[in-house]
């Protein structure tokens, strides 16, 4: 998003300057500068998430990369891709759907790129089958705050040389280094997807309809769940050979009884139970819960007034609420917590109106977070990096 | 009194007495891992039973400035667990309880000392198992396995000990007792877990590791498919890939690996063959059934000479005995082997192939392969003896000049046995100075007064500047009074 209305600001905070920079070198240049005047650094790719966990203290350089928009290589034999941070997400799949391939992550908000989902690990029903973006990354080129250029990895599944630095940036939020460019394991496309989807009841109902999928033989692609209102469903994906799927198919039409099929990707899958379109104090409170298998029932149940949608089949839904009165929001996080912590996950918020963000804990509770700090202050000494934007004002 | 004196007395005082080894004789038994030309002898060895006692012992270990190296079953093969001449052998043998099995959770809970295929063993009953299967599990350890990152013949499919670990307790080098991950995924905050896995011991020592359990799959479907050359067998490892299909697993193994096998083991593979590929299909059984069919005719129109499918386990475990007792089997037909472990993309087998066999011819020293063809992950196993005045050197060198080739290629200088303290040196023609740099990075923020497994993975410490020790006030952002509301 060029749109200067909009870069102006970064959830409520002004950007000095925009920067455009379209390659890596013109990213470390651009970091070196920063550095030099000990400016704060804000990244952004297309701009989806920007909002998203606390706002930075300062943004005194918004670093759009939505310039750097390239799919680098596509070793289709190798089934990898490397693409520049800046890519749209959806940019990547066409480019690699070429040879029945796909990069195994959902484009949960239309826009994202590359180097957005990387940064906040987002990820959809697809997780089933081939975890996160942190699965997935095998490569990765980096600008230190330092406008040092780093790479970690390489360009094969299999590489246990040196530490794994990728998996720390996934996630990171833009607060360790900027991703400029990643490498990716592929998937084939399978021949035939296949949704089949059931209303259920009650809480119990959800979690014993999940368990018996997950204890079953139908291998799921994806396992979700759905509240609404009074729509209530869980949907199960297979993904295969014709065949294959055909025989799945009759397993599972036993354990979910009256389930509708169809190989239509169906209304809103893999989206989040929030418009991600809303902006300023339109905003819902978007939450994420994680939790173990077990506990779904009592998830659910602590989230019943709420809109939910995700990935039963992993532990990991995402729940929204209006922000309409800040002081509602508290007890409400507060109730989930403790569920979800008690069932050894944890709630964090992902988006919610300014207020909101001020009167909650946006991370929650964070195990470790001396040893974060002690990575932050490694990789980003003078705090310049999203300055406040993490855990623990990291 | 040295460091080392008072921090033998600390331990004694703190570990009971047959949990610390003093001996000589008995410390020699550590000197060494699974590549067994690195030996060194600890000053000593602890045993402890539980993480306290382990904390104590690193905790000593940090306050005193003497290093330590942690050890799972010493079966690392890049010489990780190489003990410290100066320092302790934190040794996790003692501890090897299987916690929690939880089906319902899909996870399962260990201590550090379990053996791989001990919590497959616990798992089994209720219809899971864990994936990772190192050729080592009967004897590795879970830590080790956390240590290295390891993987196993199926992880073309699953994935590596990253994918498997959801979290672990783990004693920091500053002795504090520190959990990352748990149950669920996604933990909030930088994903340290994921940076600790493949860590090799240099950023402390995990005592707990929570598991992600696998459905044990309905069907499963073996297939032994004999070719002419190296080229066909890898052309249809393509045909394969190139299908949309992922086995479980692909491994290769060519006319000498082959040769070696059948005069260990007798796994009568077809006669003849300059490579035979190990296909295994698994799954629901629908989908298996379907998927088997194509690979018998990609292996077809890849000129096979000669295909066997095993459906029942002790069919498939005959396919497999062969390439399973591969390595150990290479002592039948050479008193003396390196074992390497490189990575190319899986495109550039053929031509690595060719180099390799090119190279062998040069320099008259044999190579066998055997490796993950899926991924592209080789093993060549160079052979010499030992007794012959330069034989040694001879397969050092084309040893090396087999891991140049995979930089060559754009890939890896190891696929799962680790850098430890055998390819240190190679990692500067991999990475760039600012690459390695970075990485260290971690390892300040971890370990800065390098205490944990020093002098593996990096060729050359980094200065971690200030070490910044523990924390004890509040965090120099929360007084300045722009972090932490919370
Ligand atoms: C015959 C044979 C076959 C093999 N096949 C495979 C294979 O298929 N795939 C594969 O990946 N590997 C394989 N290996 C290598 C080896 O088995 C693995 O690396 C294994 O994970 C090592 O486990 P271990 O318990 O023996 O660890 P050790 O050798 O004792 O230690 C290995 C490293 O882990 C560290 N470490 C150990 N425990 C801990 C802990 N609790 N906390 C922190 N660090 C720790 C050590 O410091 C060291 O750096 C094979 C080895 C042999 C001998």
């Given at each position: 998003m060029g749109d200067a209305a909009l870069t102006a600001e970064v959830d409520g905070v002004a950007v000095g300057e925009v920067a455009t920079p379209c390659s890596t070198d013109e990213v470390a240049a651009t970091l070196r500068g920063a550095a030099g005047g000990g400016r704060s650094v804000v990244v952004q790719g297309g701009g989806t998430k920007r909002t998203w966990a606390m706002p930075p203290r300062s943004a005194d350089l918004l670093l759009d990369l939505s310039g750097m928009d390239r799919v680098v290589e596509h070793a289709a034999g190798d089934l990898i891709v490397t693409a520049q941070a800046g890519t749209p997400l959806a940019a990547v799949q066409e480019h690699v759907a070429a040879a029945g391939q796909r990069l195994l992550v959902d484009e949960t908000i239309p826009g994202s790129t590359v180097g957005g989902v990387l940064a906040t690990n987002a990820s959809g029903p697809a997780r089933l089958l081939a975890g996160t973006m942190r699965d997935l990354l095998i490569g990765v080129t980096m600008v230190r705050a330092d406008g040092v250029v780093a790479r970690a990895g390489g360009k094969v599944v299999k590489n246990v040389a040196g530490y794994d630095v990728g998996k720390l940036l996934v996630g990171s939020y833009g607060t360790l280094a900027v991703v400029t460019e990643a490498t990716f394991r592929l998937h084939p496309v399978p021949p035939v997807r296949r949704w089949l989807t059931v209303p259920f009841g009650s809480a119990t109902e959800a979690?014993?309809?999940?368990?018996?999928?997950?204890?079953?033989?139908?291998?799921?692609?994806?396992?979700?769940?759905?509240?609404?209102?009074?729509?209530?469903?869980?949907?199960?994906?297979?993904?295969?050979r014709g065949a294959g799927v055909d025989g799945r198919a009759q397993?599972?039409?036993?354990?979910?009884?009256?389930?509708?099929?169809?190989?239509?990707?169906?209304?809103?899958?893999?989206?989040?139970?929030?418009?991600?379109?809303?902006?300023?104090?339109?905003?819902?409170?978007?939450?994420?819960?994680?939790?173990?298998?077990?506990?779904?029932?009592?998830?659910?149940?602590?989230?019943?007034?709420?809109?939910?949608?995700?990935?039963?089949?992993?532990?990991?839904?995402?729940?929204?609420?209006?922000?309409?009165?800040?002081?509602?929001?508290?007890?409400?996080?507060?109730?989930?917590?403790?569920?979800?912590?008690?069932?050894?996950?944890?709630?964090?918020?992902?988006?919610?109106?300014?207020?909101?963000?001020?009167?909650?804990?946006?991370?929650?509770?964070?195990?470790?977070?001396?040893?974060?700090?002690?990575?932050?202050?490694?990789?980003?000494?003078?705090?310049?990096?999203?300055?406040?934007r993490f855990v623990g004002g990291i | 009194m040295s460091p080392l004196e008072r921090l033998t007395d600390r331990v004694r005082a703190q570990l009971p007495g047959a949990a610390v080894i003093t001996d000589p004789s008995r410390l020699r038994t550590y000197e060494c891992d699974g590549l067994s030309h690195y030996r060194a002898t600890p000053a000593l060895v602890v045993l402890p039973e539980d993480v306290d006692q382990l904390a104590a012992v690193v905790g000593a270990c940090a306050e005193l400035g003497v290093p330590y190296v942690a050890r799972g079953s010493g079966t690392g093969l890049s010489g990780g667990a190489l003990p410290h001449t100066e320092g302790v052998l934190v040794v996790t043998s003692r501890m090897r309880s299987v916690r929690e099995v939880r089906p319902e959770d899909q996870r399962a809970v260990v201590e550090p000392g379990v053996i791989n295929l001990d919590v497959t063993r616990a798992a089994t009953p209720h219809g899971y198992y864990y994936a990772p299967d190192p050729s080592s599990q009967q004897v590795c350890s879970i830590g080790g396995n956390v240590a290295e990152n390891s993987g196993g013949a199926h992880c073309l499919k699953y994935g590596f000990t990253t994918n498997h670990v959801t979290g672990v307790e783990m004693v920091s080098p500053d002795g504090e007792v520190v959990r990352l991950g748990g149950d669920a995924p996604d933990a909030p905050g930088y994903d340290l877990l994921g940076a600790v896995v493949g860590s090799e011991g240099t950023l402390g020592v995990v005592t707990e590791v929570t598991v992600r359990l696998t459905r044990l799959p309905e069907h499963v479907v073996t297939v032994l498919a004999g070719f002419d050359s190296t080229d066909r067998a890898g052309a249809a490892v393509s045909a394969i890939i190139g299908a949309g299909i992922v086995p479980a697993a692909i491994e290769m193994m060519d006319a000498l690996a082959i040769e070696a096998a059948e005069a260990a083991v007798h796994c009568e593979y077809p006669e003849g063959a300059g490579a035979v590929l190990v296909i295994e299909l698994d799954g629901s059984q629908a989908e298996v059934e379907a998927e088997y069919d194509d690979v018998v005719q990609l292996c077809e129109k890849s000129a096979a000479f000669e295909i066997r499918t095993a459906v029942d386990p002790t069919e498939r475990a005959l396919i497999w005995k062969g390439r399973k007792s591969a390595f150990a089997a290479v002592g039948r037909i050479s008193p003396d082997y390196i074992v390497q472990d490189g990575v190319i993309p899986r495109t550039a087998l053929p031509e690595v192939l060719g180099r390799i066999a090119a190279l062998s011819e040069e320099s008259g020293v044999r190579v066998a392969n055997v490796f993950h063809a899926g991924d592209g992950n080789l093993h060549p196993l160079v052979l010499f003896d030992d007794a012959v005045e330069g034989a040694g050197d001879a397969a050092e060198e084309v040893s090396r000049a087999i891991l140049d080739l995979c930089i060559e290629h754009g890939g890896s200088i190891t696929g799962e046995h680790g850098v430890g303290a055998d390819k240190a040196a190679h990692m500067p023609k991999m990475f760039a100075a600012d690459d390695l740099d970075t990485m260290q990075l971690v390892r300040c923020a971890f370990d800065p007064a390098h205490v944990s497994n020093p002098g593996k993975v990096f060729p050359t410490p980094r200065l971690c500047g200030e070490v910044p020790g523990r924390r004890k006030g509040a965090h120099p952002l929360q007084e300045a009074g722009l972090a932490e509301v919370f």
């Open positions: 979690q014993r309809l999940v368990q018996d999928v997950l204890a079953a033989q139908v291998v799921p692609a994806a396992l979700e769940v759905a509240v609404d209102g009074d729509a209530r469903s869980v949907t199960l994906l297979l993904e295969g397993a599972a039409a036993g354990l979910l009884p009256g389930a509708t099929s169809t190989e239509e990707r169906p209304d809103g899958w893999g989206r989040y139970p929030w418009d991600p379109s809303a902006t300023g104090d339109d905003r819902a409170v978007a939450l994420k819960l994680t939790f173990r298998l077990s506990a779904l029932a009592d998830v659910l149940e602590a989230a019943a007034d709420l809109a939910v949608r995700g990935s039963a089949g992993a532990g990991v839904l995402y729940a929204s609420m209006s922000g309409d009165e800040p002081a509602a929001v508290a007890p409400v996080l507060t109730r989930l917590r403790e569920v979800c912590g008690r069932h050894g996950g944890a709630v964090v918020v992902l988006d919610a109106p300014a207020a909101v963000k001020r009167t909650v804990d946006v991370w929650g509770p964070v195990p470790a977070l001396d040893l974060m700090r002690r990575v932050k202050d490694e990789f980003d000494p003078d705090r310049r990096l999203a300055p406040g | -």
